[in-house]
């Protein structure tokens, strides 16, 4: 079967996954069943995928990142070194709780830092930042920073991930793509 994807050699794909075109999986890295991985990701070194977790196209995900079942990454996210996802609030070693999973979603082009640790059933939102170190308890608004543990929002993030500086308008512009943000009922858009 010809593949239209890189794995390396010490990398371990389980059946019944979908790997995208153009995708790179590099050292030590598990990708476990009935995952789906879109195309043009980049997998780093000891990453494990857990069954069933859905990741999206031009998705970067760095060295040591567990992403474990009920996590959904959508396009253009990356996740930083050692960052973690969890899927039960109550883990016990001796206590089965498959049938607790939480599921958790990181939309459209959202940054999680190195280290940062993701608390299960919550949402991330667009373009949101999540500072490395960070735990994460709750949802997180689109295109929002948030930093510590546990996180709160201290700003704004552009969608080239710059810090935004709203004027008394409630306007702000990305001082690399030149795009402009609204920032209005405390929710930015871009215009």
């Given at each position: 079967m010809e593949t239209h994807f890189f794995a390396h050699e010490t990398?371990?794909?389980?059946?019944?996954?979908?790997?995208?075109?153009?995708?790179?999986?590099?050292?030590?890295?598990h990708i476990m069943t009935n995952c789906i991985i879109g195309k043009r990701c980049s997998i780093g070194q000891n990453v494990v995928i857990s069954p069933e977790v859905r990741i999206g196209d031009r998705v970067k995900i760095q060295n040591n990142v567990s992403v474990y079942t009920g996590v959904i990454c959508e396009d253009d996210v990356f996740l930083g070194p050692s960052a973690v996802f969890t899927n039960v609030i109550n883990p016990r070693s001796a206590i089965v709780r498959k049938?607790?999973?939480?599921?958790?979603?990181?939309?459209?082009?959202?940054?999680?830092?190195?280290?940062?640790?993701?608390?299960?059933?919550?949402?991330?939102?667009?373009?949101?930042?999540?500072?490395?170190?960070?735990?994460?308890?709750?949802?997180?608004?689109?295109?929002?920073?948030?930093?510590?543990?546990?996180?709160?929002?201290?700003?704004?993030?552009?969608?080239?991930?710059?810090?935004?500086?709203?004027n008394t308008e409630g306007m702000a512009i990305c001082p690399e793509s030149k795009d402009s943000y609204r920032l209005e009922n405390g929710k930015v858009s871009k215009i």
């Open positions: 990398a371990v794909i389980d059946s019944s996954c979908e790997v995208g075109e153009e995708t790179k999986i590099w050292h030590f890295s049938n607790e999973y939480k599921p958790t979603l990181v939309q459209k082009g959202a940054t999680i830092g190195a280290n940062a640790t993701i608390v299960c059933g919550i949402t991330i939102g667009k373009y949101a930042f999540v500072g490395a170190g960070a735990v994460v308890t709750k949802n997180i608004a689109d295109y929002a920073l948030v930093l510590g543990n546990p996180a709160r929002q201290t700003g704004w993030m552009s969608e080239y991930g710059h810090k935004l500086k709203f």
